[in-house]
T-cell receptor
Framework: LAKTTQPISMDSYEGQEVNITCSHN???????ITWYQQFPSQGPRFIIQ???TKVTNEVASLFIPADRKSSTLSLPRVSLSDTAVYYC??????????FGKGTMLLVAP | DTGVSQDPRHKITKRGQNVTFRCDPI?????LYWYRQTLGQGPEFLTY????????KSRLLSDRFSAERPKGSFSTLEIQRTEQGDSAMYLC????????????FGPGTRLLVL
């Protein structure tokens, strides 16, 4: 499984756009990029998944450059409730997931 | 609620006791996964089932751990002779090989071994 590197923590203010970048230099051809969000004492929640270019849903956007060695999760106009840990994972869709330590996002008022 | 459910949500036990956790996946999902998460770490894979068959087990799953999914629906995870190091959040997830195969997680069972 491709290893991922993401910042340990990020800070933002309410209403700002937050971009979390994940590096995955050894991504394989069949690998997808998936992001999860986790609040304390809860299970991870699926946010978005993509293979290349750009994917957007009601919650976030995922930008993947042509070489796929990195990806950026974009959260528009964050609120206090977006304070959570965000995990970037790379692997084939049906494989077991390998989580790193994630990025702790703190949104301040 | 049609999400993944887990029971109990919390469990406190004494060292040496056996505990069993239950996971009910999303009804149409044929794959079921168990993970363990300790404080400050991401979830770690333990094992997974496709229908009733256990297809993969992590080296983290010592012989004190056993998981079953007898009818391909709910699953149980049992820990025998618990140790303090077993204290963690135990997470269950499910997915469907017929759709996008995204794993959806339950709320977890928090275990504290005294």
């Amino acid at each position: 499984l491709a290893k991922t590197t993401q910042p340990i923590s990020m800070d933002s203010y309410e209403g700002q756009e937050v971009n979390i970048t994940c590096s995955h230099n050894n991504i394989a051809t069949n690998d997808y990029i998936t992001w999860y969000q986790q609040f304390p004492s809860q299970g991870p929640r699926f946010i978005i998944q993509g293979y290349k270019t750009k994917v957007t849903n009601e919650v976030a956007s995922l930008f993947i450059p042509a070489d796929r060695k990195s990806s950026t999760l974009s959260l528009p106009r964050v609120s206090l409730s977006d304070t959570a840990v965000y995990y970037c994972l790379v692997g084939e869709g049906y494989s077991t997931l390998t989580f790193g330590k994630g990025t702790m996002l703190l949104v301040a008022p | 609620d049609t999400g993944v459910s887990q029971d109990p949500r919390h469990k406190i036990t004494k060292r040496g006791q056996n505990v069993t956790f239950r996971c009910d996946p999303i009804s149409e999902h044929n794959r079921l996964y168990w993970y363990r998460q300790t404080l400050g770490q991401g979830p770690e894979f333990l094992t997974y089932f496709q229908n009733e068959a256990q297809l993969e087990k992590s080296r983290l799953l010592s012989d004190r751990f056993s998981a079953e999914r007898p009818k391909g629906s709910f699953s149980t995870l049992e820990i025998q002779r618990t140790e303090q190091g077993d204290s963690a959040m135990y997470l269950c997830a499910s997915s469907s090989t017929a759709t996008e195969e995204t794993q959806y997680f339950g709320p977890g069972t928090r275990l504290l071994v005294l």
